[in-house]
């Protein structure tokens, strides 16, 4: 991802409202599973919103590509985080069995080897350990805003679970979301294939409609909660490593 690009997300994160809203959910669902002092890894920190937010005792790390991110990350954590530079899938720079959760967050679609890219963190993770990982759904949703972003892909729920179990692990929930904004985010792409509108989707809608969209969005972590819905611009899997060795 470019720097501008990099320097433009730090300043839309704040008040666009799918970050803010999918950081909401994923907090209510990362809480419990990052509490009492468990050692985070977060793959593709980026500028360090999402570890910023997890509970206070845990024990922070990040990695990403980026200079420029890693930069506003230790501007964010200070001395909080330990934070690396390196790439998937060749170089993580973490130990092997080092980490009991590692996040994944619309991360894995911009690589070209997910597959391995899982592998080499199931060997970050302690035995037990669990990883929770975000990717857009849908190849039928492909946008202007996936090519601008460097995305391989998009996922269905059956390959992406395959994919997780060819990888060494056991998937404890998979499941969609983004469901009630679906019908919206369907139209509006449908529009801009036929209309041939290049524009991108990094524009924060204006205060009022900015302010519905994330009240709708963020309602759903309520829902997640107890299940997940059946199809959604997001999917969302909790998977635990398995014993089995991986090649």
């Keep these: 991802m ?11 994160q704040r008040r666009h409202f799918w970050f803010r809203a999918r950081a909401e959910i994923l907090l209510d669902l990362l809480t419990p599973l990052a509490e009492d002092g468990r050692r985070v890894l977060d793959v593709g920190c980026g500028t360090g919103l999402l570890l910023a937010s997890l509970p206070a005792g845990s024990r922070l790390a990040g990695l ?6 890693l930069s506003h990350a230790r501007r964010r954590l200070g001395e909080s985080a330990d934070l690396r530079s390196g790439s998937l899938p060749a170089q993580i720079p973490f130990e092997e069995n080092s980490q009991d959760l590692i996040t994944l967050t619309d991360v894995l679609e911009h690589i070209e080897d997910d597959r391995a890219t899982l592998v080499e963190l199931r060997r970050r993770l302690a035995p037990g350990g669990r990883l929770l990982l ?3 759904a849908f190849s039928f949703l492909w946008s202007r805003h996936d090519e601008e972003h460097g995305h391989f892909r998009r996922y269905r729920a059956p390959a992406l679970r395959r994919l997780l179990e060819d990888s060494g692990f056991r998937v404890e929930r998979l499941g969609y979301f983004n469901f009630l904004l679906f019908p919206m985010v369907l139209a509006v792409r ?6 041939g509108d290049r524009g991108g989707d990094m524009e924060i809608p204006g205060a009022p409609l900015n302010a519905l969209l994330y009240t709708i969005f963020r309602s759903e972590r309520i829902w997640l909660r107890r299940g997940s819905f059946p199809w959604g611009v997001s999917l969302l899997a909790v998977a635990r490593r398995e014993e089995d060795t991986c090649s």
């Design 2 to 12: 470019h720097d501008e690009l990099i320097d433009q997300m730090e300043q839309v």
């Design 64 to 69: 990403d590509s980026s200079e420029r991110a």
């Design 134 to 136: 975000t990717v857009p």
């Design 190 to 195: 449908a529009l801009k294939k036929i209309t």
